[in-house]
T-cell receptor, first 117, second 113 residues
Framework: NAGVMQNPRHLVRRRGQEARLRCSPM?????VYWYRQLPEEGLKFMVY????????ESGMPKERFSAEFPKEGPSILRIQQVVRGDSAAYFC???????????????FGPGTRLTVL | SQQGEEDPQALSIQEGENATMNCSYK?????LQWYRQNSGRGLVHLIL?????REKHSGRLRVTLDTSKKSSSLLITASRAADTASYFC?????????????FGQGTILTVHP
C-alpha cells in the first residue's frame, strides 16, 4: 500500500530556471494539497486540487507558481523563473473522498527539497 | 497572524517523562490535527480531534480540545528517545475551506536517553 509519492526528492535549479515537482496521491485518494515549508518554520498551505479542478489556491503566489492535477498522472507544482527565495521543502498531501469517514485526514509525502542557486 | 500557535517552541526531557505541548488558535475550527515530523522528513499524522470532541487517545498519545479557550494539548506519556521530533498542530476549517490545514510553528521535542 504505497503512500504519497513525491519526486524528485531533491532538486537544484539556478535562478531563472523552471522547477517541476510531482506528486502521486495514495491509491483511492482524490484530493491533493501542496504546502511549502521554509527552514525552521511550519507548513504553509499553497493549493488544494481535485482531479482537473483547483478548489482553493488562496496560498499560491500570484506569479510564477501554478499547479495542476490532470485526469491521468500525478499532480504537478510548477515554479517558473525560480528565485533564491523559492528554496524550501515542498510537501504534497492527499486525502480520501468526501464520502470517507476520514476525509479530513491528510497523508503527507516525503517532500521535495528545492535549492535555488 | 499565524494560526495554531504552539507552546513551548522547544522542550527537552528525559526518557520516561511525559511531554505536553499546547496549541492555540484564533478562529473557529472543524477539527484540529497533530502531526510529527522527524528531521528532514515528511509529516506523520498522529491524531485528529473534531470540534465536538473533548479528548482522544491513541497509544501513548492523549489530545484534548477546549473550544471555549480555543486551545488543544498533546500529551505523550512515558516518552522515548524515538519520540524526538517536531510536533505540529494544524487547524482544519469547515465549509469550502475544509481541505486547507493551517499549521503552527511547531514544538521541537528532544527526549534524552
Amino acid at each position: 500500500n504505497a503512500g504519497v509519492m513525491q519526486n524528485p526528492r531533491h532538486l537544484v535549479r539556478r535562478r531563472g530556471q523552471e522547477a517541476r515537482l510531482r506528486c502521486s496521491p495514495m491509491k483511492g485518494h482524490s484530493h491533493v494539497y501542496w504546502y511549502r515549508q521554509l527552514p525552521e518554520e511550519g507548513l504553509k498551505f499553497m493549493v488544494y486540487l481535485q482531479k482537473e479542478n483547483i478548489i482553493d489556491e488562496s496560498g499560491m503566489p500570484k506569479e510564477r507558481f501554478s499547479a495542476e492535477f490532470p485526469k491521468e498522472g500525478p499532480s504537478i507544482l510548477r515554479i517558473q523563473q525560480v528565485v533564491r527565495g523559492d528554496s524550501a521543502a515542498y510537501f504534497c498531501a492527499s486525502s480520501p473522498p468526501l464520502a470517507s469517514s476520514s476525509y479530513n485526514e491528510q497523508f503527507f509525502g516525503p517532500g521535495t527539497r528545492l535549492t535555488v542557486l | 497572524s499565524q494560526q495554531g500557535e504552539e507552546d513551548p517552541q522547544a522542550l527537552s526531557i528525559q526518557e520516561g517523562e511525559n511531554a505536553t505541548m499546547n496549541c492555540s488558535y484564533k478562529t473557529s475550527i472543524n477539527n484540529l490535527q497533530w502531526y510529527r515530523q522527524n528531521s528532514g522528513r515528511g509529516l506523520v499524522h498522529l491524531i485528529l480531534i473534531r470540534s465536538n470532541e473533548r479528548e482522544k487517545h491513541s497509544g501513548r498519545l492523549r489530545v484534548t480540545l477546549d473550544t471555549s479557550k480555543k486551545s488543544s494539548s498533546l500529551l505523550i506519556t512515558a516518552s522515548r528517545a524515538a519520540d524526538t521530533a517536531s510536533y505540529f498542530c494544524a487547524r482544519g476549517a469547515g465549509g469550502t475551506s475544509y481541505g486547507k490545514l493551517t499549521f503552527g510553528q511547531g514544538t521541537i521535542l528532544t527526549v534524552h536517553p
